[in-house]
């Protein structure tokens, strides 16, 4: 049984829809079936999915069904670029997500580490849906591409969440973005909250509802002509969707991203998904210090040679 005490800031939501931002396995449907049917209780009482949570209500969520695993799938093909007895790195294609959801449960990066490395399956921690991350300690958006660090054991996925928490890790990104940058290189600093729908992220504001985080990034403009500018950007924190909404708020959002492009712009159908690459992370584990990097994939390459003749 899983149980969830609501804080301050969970309060006032719908127990359906917040459920739906905790339990990423399930679909919302499934969830108002489990809230319905009993399997889902506030303060020990069966509600309605239309209950509005106050704060300091007990959830508990009783899990009927036989324990949860990865489907392990192994006609998807992992790009290793670095393995030893702790991690694995890889570089991950655009269009395939890193963990199952309750829209895609079989085709992801996960399904093919379960399949490769059956023993991975219980490498995680015990947040929720945590069997579905197996050895994931941190994540790329389904249409970015890039480098990715997979734990093999408890231990180096401990150790690397620590790393991430302390914010050690140093990661960089190249982005193809809209516009001319006034300013070369510089820093974006501005705190990022949930959407009222929870499906992308927004620029915290007075009004803001939910959650408020902290967010940090470094950008530097690498080339810029034509109306496009070619960014490499270095978080210092770790929010979703981060980099893509902090662009954004400039006025600079990356091309191909259709979450966070206004609708008055025509850029967001350019290019079949947004030109965002994982570059390179460093970080040190257990001790040895470990760089590793990637060069964006065809489709961003071919981009950046018809905008700008480049060659990267």
Known sequence: MEKIIITKEKAGKRIDKFLATEF?????????KKIKSGEVLANKKIVKPSYVLQEKDILEITETEKKKEVVPNRKIELDIIFENKDIIVINKPAGISAHPSAN?????????????????????DDSID?????GIVHRLDRETSGIMVIAKNKEAFAELKRAFMKRTVKKKYVA?????FKNKEGMIEKQIARSSNYRKQVIAGRKTKTKIREAVTNYKVLK????YS???????????????VHLASMGHPIIGDALYTKKNTTIKNIAKRQMLH???????????????????????????????????
């Open 104 to 124: 895609e449960k079989e085709n992801t990066i996960a399904n093919a580490l379960v399949a490769k490395y059956p023993k991975i399956k219980d490498v995680h």
């Open 176 to 180: 193809i973005c809209l516009g001319t």
């Open 224 to 227: 810029g002509c034509n109306g």
């Open 130 to 134: 945590a069997w579905m991350r197996p």
């Open 24 to 32: 990423f396995s399930y679909s919302r449907g499934e969830l108002i």
């Open 230 to 244: 070619y960014v490499e950007a270095v978080p210092e924190t770790g929010r979703m969707h981060q980099i893509r």
């Open 278 to 312: 994982a570059k390179s992370i460093e970080f040190v584990l257990f001790g040895e210090k470990y760089i590793f990097s990637a060069q964006p994939p065809v489709d961003f390459r071919n981009f950046l040679t018809l905008i700008y003749g480049l060659k990267r």
